[in-house]
Structures are given as C-alpha cells and as structure tokens.
C-alpha cells in the first residue's frame, strides 16, 4: 500500500454537499461553452444522457460507440426498473430511506456524500423522463406504478413493463438525436476506443479504431468522458450482452487512471440457468419476477427429478422465506444467490446438472389472474419460452445465478474525475456509488443521475482552467500513443496460431467462475494468480486471429478484448485476495458468520481499495481511501 487518496467530498450534512456543487455549471459561461470539445466514449444510458445533455448546455461533444446505433447499447438489457423515493405508495419511502438501503445493500463499502446525491437526484430523473414520454407503468388513478425489488421493504420501483431500459434508452437517444441535428454532438458509431492520450498529465484525447473501415484515428478534446460499462464479460459467461469489454478502462488504467474495487462483481440470482457448452452468453430474467414468483427446491434430493407438479407444497423448500422471513424473495441479490448455491450444492438442485431452483408463479396466478401476470411480465414469459420451449404459465421457471453487473471500475472522486486530471468516468464505468453489491433497478439510476445531472454540474469546474489548452491531434503524445496501437494490432495478428480466440475466452471465464466466481478463498485465488499468466502467455504463442488491419475484422475486435480480459483478471483476482474480508458479492469463504453470511472486517478493509498501473511485468500498487461513515452506523446487515 502506497498512499492514501482523498474523494474531495464536500464537508457539511448529507443535504448540502451536492447543493455547494450545482452553482458549479456558472464557471463556464453559456458563451464560452462552444469553445469546449468534450469526448463522451460509449452511448448507453450513462454516456447518451451525458452527451444529449453537455450539448444542450451549448458544449461541442463527439461520442463514440461500438454499437451501429446508441439503441443498441447494453443499457437496453435492464428489465425491472429505476428507483426513486418518490412515496406515492405512501408506505414511509424518503430520500433517507433510499440512501440507507443502498448503503446497507452495498454492506457499507461506498461513499456517504456519493449514495446520498444519487438518492436526491433520484426523483429528478423520474420527472425527466415522464417530460421526454417513457412509458412508465401507471396505476388506474393515472400516478405512476410502482413496485418493490431486492433489499427494500417499500414500492419505489417505476417500470416499464420488463423494458424499462429499453425504453428509458429511447427517451435518451432522442434527446441524443435532437443535439446531433443541432450540431452540438456528433456521433461516431461503429468506433472503438483503443487508447487514452495523455498531455502534460492530463486527459486529451483518444486513439480509435473504425470497425467498418479498419481506420485509426486521434481525436483531441478539452475532456474525456467513459461511459463504457462494466467489464462482466471477463467470466465468458454472463447477461452481458457479447461485446461489453473491460477495454476502454483498462487502458485508461495502464495510462494511469487508479482502478478500484475490480474483484467486486455482482451475481444476479434471477437468470437462465446454463444449457451446455454451446452457450456463449447468460439471459437475465428481470428481479422484478420475484415480486410475484416464489423460489423453491424439493426439500428431499431424491425428489429433484421428479416434474414440479408431481412435489406437493409440504415437501418443497421455499429456502428464501424460510432463511430471510423479513424480505422473502426479495432478498438482495448477492445473498439470493448464495443461498441458491447453496441448496444446489446439498444435491437439491434442479434441472440437468441440477443447476437451477425453481421459480414459481402458480400461486400468484391463483391469487390476480394469468392476464394480471401477463400484463406485468408477459414480454419476459415469451423470452423464457422462447429460450428453453417451457411455458412459465404452466410450469415453474428454472433460474440460476450468473455473472450481470459489476460495481468495481475506474476510482472517481466526487465530481466524477478519475485521479488522472481531465478523465470522468460515469455509470457502471466507475466504483462510486454501490459498495460491494448493487441493489436491483439502482444501475439505470445512476447511469442517469451522473448523465443528466451530477456531471454537467461538475465538469465545469475543471473546464474554467483549460480555455484555449486542447492540444493538437498532430501532438507527439497523440503520434507516440496511435504508433502503439498498431504496434498492437501488429502483434496480434501476427501470432498466427492454432487455438481459436473463444477457446482462450471460455477458458479464462472458467477458471474465474470457480476461483473468483460467487465464493473465493486464500487456495483458489493464489492458484488463479499462477494460471492467468500462464494461460497468458500461451494466449500471445499461439492465438490465431484471422483477417487484416484495414477492414470490417470482428476476429481482431474480440482478440483485443480478450487481451485485455486476460491482464484485467490478475488484477481482479489480486484485488481479491488483498481484501481479507467478505463483503456483500465478494465472499471469502474464510470469513462468514455461523448463519453463513458475510462477515466484513471494518477495522482493516471499510476502505476504497484503488489499483495503480505498476508497469509491464509489474505488479499494481495499492491505495486506499477510508470509508468514513457519518450518518449511518457499521453493523452487520441483516434482512432476516
């Protein structure tokens, strides 16, 4: 551990820290705004609402993504819903409420001042969306619908049906549209980040690749925003859709962006268990089916093979409401799916492998109707039909846990400014506000909270110093850093070897899930720490990456993904083992309580734990930055 780093939190109560930073957006004034570039790398819901939103104020923005379209981004994938405190339930629901229950779901290792913005900045984002036309769910009275999810005993959930993402990413893309016909954003889709440029220590521009032509480019700005997402798909197997990446982060940390909290990866309960070796990605069925569905297993192994109908009640296990009375199957994430594990691992799991448990509506189809289910998930019925031929009306889902999200990224302080000057990272792209496990329909929250609103406010202040200071594309940093991505790309193909780059892939994912997958351990994680570099270094002999450099080469977009996939899960793995403790998603078998739950060690691990790039060969170097708690105290989370 090398030093100590400080989020620049403002002091003063939870209510008046974001308050001190809104008079923020006045150090730019509107005329100067257009002076600016801004570069938004990625266009989900994070990136598409910074974009749509810098440029409303006046900004010049150029935004990138790899997808043909800002629709296609991944943000389209969250199904349950967006939070927000907005009582209408009136069932005791405040902005306190909120903040307290996502710093408890998170096991009390974010920030305070972070959690408490993104609770007050919650309602806002509902009244901006309703403005745009989402079509959020509305009850008979015509006020929005609302409905509960995971760690939470209110109804604070607003939805769209099971595509809520979907049609939150349509209001924002329009508001995109509306600043690219205005000329204050343009987009380049089809585009990867390949490398960050750094002048003078500061962030000012990129180093990209076209997907369609092969071309590599240098773009300079004043700033550069990530918007990139999180980096799941490093298991192989995950809900992330096939070309998430850890990319544009990792190379933002090998510039020397600090990475924080990498081993900390979120396992959803709610998913299709895996089918076979075929399979190259997991479907997320939404959290939001729990609030009807009940999750159950036979009580006997012996009955794990008999058809669901054929198991009366008596000899079923609903392990959630039996083990957490107080929240049922609404049990947080990171322990719904500990606790599935775990009945699975007695021999009780169903389906082939018996790896599933079962998710059953019979009983709520008897209480509201078959058309009341209908209209409340029917969308995610037929995805589940479609994908495993079962009607879910009929028979209970089978679901199992799989890797969906991840609340390690890049280290942030409280304007959203990595500690490289000129870098902010938004949404699942940076640590900042779930701790060590993410409360279901909190992503879409804070993708737009820091889209929309915390960083048009922030930026500003550090634009008021770099009038007039972009440098040129034709700089020697921006040269040096382009000559080093061919040089790359170069490698790569030159390999020319035997094994196929998902074999590598799969592999990696493989060793992840069963050293630093939903439990770890001292044994594990050092055994993972020998085998990465070997499976590495076989990676760079004898890959095989088909095609050329200047063309459409889907071929060489994965095998540098996976490159950096294959670097990125040492650090993970060693973030992991560093943090001697469990802590919400990351559990250390080594350290739980005699229920068998999370056991944190506050007095050395309440901390951010942030890695610096030690060089090629090297290993990273640790910092730290206290977690100070004043508002809430440290207790051991409880939702029995």
């Given at each position: 551990?090398?030093?100590?780093?400080?989020?620049?939190?403002?002091?003063?109560?939870?209510?008046?820290?974001?308050?001190?930073?809104?008079?923020?957006?006045?150090?730019?004034?509107?005329?100067?705004?257009?002076?600016?570039?801004?570069?938004?790398?990625?266009?989900?819901?994070?990136?598409?609402?910074?974009?749509?939103?810098?440029?409303?104020?006046?900004?010049?923005?150029?935004?990138?993504?790899?997808?043909?379209?800002?629709?296609?981004?991944?943000?389209?994938?969250?199904?349950?819903?967006?939070?927000?405190?907005?009582?209408?339930?009136?069932?005791?629901?405040?902005?306190?409420?909120?903040?307290?229950?996502?710093?408890?779901?998170?096991?009390?290792?974010?920030?305070?001042?972070?959690?408490?913005?993104?609770?007050?900045?919650?309602?806002?984002?509902?009244?901006?969306?309703?403005?745009?036309?989402?079509?959020?769910?509305?009850?008979?009275?015509?006020?929005?619908?609302?409905?509960?999810?995971?760690?939470?005993?209110?109804?604070?959930?607003?939805?769209?049906?099971?595509?809520?993402?979907?049609?939150?990413?349509?209001?924002?893309?329009?508001?995109?549209?509306?600043?690219?016909?205005?000329?204050?954003?343009?987009?380049?889709?089809?585009?990867?980040?390949?490398?960050?440029?750094?002048?003078?220590?500061?962030?000012?521009?990129?180093?990209?690749?076209?997907?369609?032509?092969?071309?590599?480019?240098?773009?300079?700005?004043?700033?550069?925003?990530?918007?990139?997402?999180?980096?799941?798909?490093?298991?192989?197997?995950?809900?992330?859709?096939?070309?998430?990446?850890?990319?544009?982060?990792?190379?933002?940390?090998?510039?020397?962006?600090?990475?924080?909290?990498?081993?900390?990866?979120?396992?959803?309960?709610?998913?299709?268990?895996?089918?076979?070796?075929?399979?190259?990605?997991?479907?997320?069925?939404?959290?939001?089916?729990?609030?009807?569905?009940?999750?159950?297993?036979?009580?006997?192994?012996?009955?794990?093979?008999?058809?669901?109908?054929?198991?009366?009640?008596?000899?079923?296990?609903?392990?959630?409401?039996?083990k957490y009375p107080s929240y049922g199957n609404l049990a947080?994430?990171?322990?719904?799916?500990?606790?599935?594990?775990?009945?699975?691992?007695?021999?009780?799991?169903?389906?082939?492998?018996?790896?599933?448990?079962?998710?059953?509506?019979?009983?709520?189809?008897?209480?509201?109707?078959?058309?009341?289910?209908?209209?409340?998930?029917?969308?995610?019925?037929?995805?589940?039909?479609?994908?495993?031929?079962?009607?879910?009306?009929?028979?209970?889902?089978?679901?199992?846990?799989?890797?969906?999200?991840?609340?390690?990224?890049?280290?942030?302080?409280?304007?959203?400014?990595?500690?490289?000057?000129?870098?902010?990272?938004?949404?699942?792209?940076?640590?900042?506000?779930?701790?060590?496990?993410?409360?279901?329909?909190?992503?879409?929250?804070?993708?737009?909270?820091?889209?929309?609103?915390?960083l048009p406010n922030t930026l500003p202040s550090y634009l008021?110093?770099?009038?007039?200071?972009?440098?040129?594309?034709?700089?020697?940093?921006?040269?040096?850093?382009?000559?080093?991505?061919?040089?790359?790309?170069?490698?790569?193909?030159?390999?020319?070897?035997?094994?196929?780059?998902?074999?590598?892939?799969?592999?990696?994912?493989?060793?992840?899930?069963?050293?630093?997958?939903?439990?770890?351990?001292?044994?594990?994680?050092?055994?993972?720490?020998?085998?990465?570099?070997?499976?590495?270094?076989?990676?760079?002999?004898?890959?095989?990456?088909?095609?050329?450099?200047?063309?459409?080469?889907?071929?060489?977009?994965?095998?540098?993904?996976?490159?950096?996939?294959?670097?990125?899960?040492?650090?993970?793995?060693?973030?992991?083992?560093?943090?001697?403790?469990?802590?919400?998603?990351?559990?250390?078998?080594?350290?739980?309580?005699?229920?068998?739950?999370?056991?944190?060690?506050?007095?050395?691990?309440?901390?951010?734990?942030?890695?610096?790039?030690?060089?090629?060969?090297?290993?990273?170097?640790?910092?730290?930055?206290?977690?100070?708690?004043?508002?809430?105290?440290?207790?051991?989370?409880?939702?029995?």
């Amino acid at each position: 551990m090398i030093g100590t780093l400080d989020s620049k939190t403002p002091p003063g109560p939870l209510a008046q820290k974001w308050r001190s930073h809104r008079d923020h957006l006045r150090l730019v004034s509107p005329n100067n705004r257009r002076k600016f570039e801004i570069i938004v790398v990625g266009s989900g819901l994070a990136g598409g609402a910074a974009a749509a939103t810098l440029g409303e104020l006046g900004y010049q923005v150029k935004c990138f993504c790899f997808q043909d379209s800002p629709r296609r981004a991944h943000s389209i994938a969250a199904q349950g819903g967006i939070n927000a405190a907005k009582n209408y339930q009136n069932d005791g629901d405040s902005v306190y409420r909120l903040f307290y229950d996502t710093i408890k779901g998170g096991d009390f290792r974010s920030r305070e001042g972070n959690v408490y913005r993104l609770a007050e900045i919650a309602n806002n984002i509902i009244d901006q969306c309703v403005a745009q036309g989402v079509p959020f769910a509305r009850e008979y009275s015509g006020y929005l619908g609302n409905r509960s999810f995971g760690g939470a005993q209110v109804s604070r959930t607003f939805y769209a049906r099971g595509q809520t993402g979907q049609q939150l990413l349509l209001g924002c893309y329009q508001a995109l549209c509306r600043q690219i016909a205005a000329g204050t954003v343009q987009m380049f889709p089809q585009t990867e980040m390949l490398d960050l440029v750094i002048v003078n220590g500061q962030a000012k521009g990129i180093i990209t690749r076209s997907l369609r032509s092969g071309n590599i480019d240098r773009h300079a700005a004043d700033a550069v925003v990530l918007a990139t997402g999180g980096y799941g798909n490093v298991y192989y197997l995950s809900t992330n859709a096939r070309g998430c990446n850890v990319t544009a982060t990792y190379r933002a940390y090998k510039k020397g962006a600090l990475f924080a909290n990498p081993s900390f990866t979120q396992i959803h309960p709610t998913c299709i268990p895996v089918s076979g070796e075929h399979q190259s990605k997991l479907t997320l069925m939404s959290e939001s089916l729990r609030n009807d569905g009940r999750v159950w297993v036979p009580k006997r192994k012996e009955d794990r093979e008999k058809a669901p109908g054929e198991i009366p009640d008596a000899d079923r296990d609903y392990y959630l409401e039996r083990k957490y009375p107080s929240y049922g199957n609404l049990a947080p994430r990171d322990i719904s799916s500990r606790a599935a594990k775990e009945v699975c691992d007695e021999g009780r799991g169903v389906g082939p492998g018996g790896r599933g448990v079962y998710l059953d509506f019979a009983d709520a189809i008897k209480r509201l109707g078959e058309e009341t289910i209908r209209e409340r998930y029917g969308n995610l019925f037929e995805v589940y039909e479609k994908i495993t031929g079962e009607n879910a009306y009929k028979v209970p889902m089978r679901i199992y846990p799989a890797v969906h999200y991840t609340m390690g990224g890049l280290w942030v302080d409280y304007d959203l400014m990595s500690n490289v000057p000129g870098l902010f990272v938004i949404g699942e792209a940076n640590f900042s506000d779930h701790g060590a496990n993410r409360l279901g329909a909190s992503a879409l929250m804070q993708g737009l909270a820091d889209g929309y609103f915390v960083l048009p406010n922030t930026l500003p202040s550090y634009l008021a110093g770099q009038m007039g200071k972009r440098p040129s594309p034709d700089s020697p940093e921006f040269r040096k850093a382009e000559q080093d991505v061919r040089v790359r790309i170069e490698k790569l193909l030159n390999v020319n070897g035997t094994r196929s780059l998902d074999s590598f892939h799969r592999e990696l994912g493989l060793l992840l899930w069963e050293k630093c997958g939903m439990s770890r351990h001292e044994k594990g994680l050092r055994e993972a720490l020998q085998e990465i570099p070997e499976l590495r270094e076989e990676f760079w002999q004898d890959v095989r990456v088909l095609g050329s450099d200047e063309d459409f080469n889907q071929s060489l977009e994965r095998a540098g993904r996976v490159a950096d996939f294959l670097e990125f899960a040492e650090l993970m793995c060693g973030d992991a083992l560093e943090r001697d403790e469990s802590a919400g998603a990351h559990f250390r078998e080594e350290h739980q309580t005699p229920d068998g739950e999370a056991l944190r060690d506050d007095e050395r691990h309440a901390a951010v734990f942030a890695w610096e790039f030690g060089g090629d060969g090297q290993p990273p170097k640790l910092h730290r930055e206290p977690l100070r708690f004043e508002t809430v105290h440290l207790a051991q989370r409880s939702y029995k």
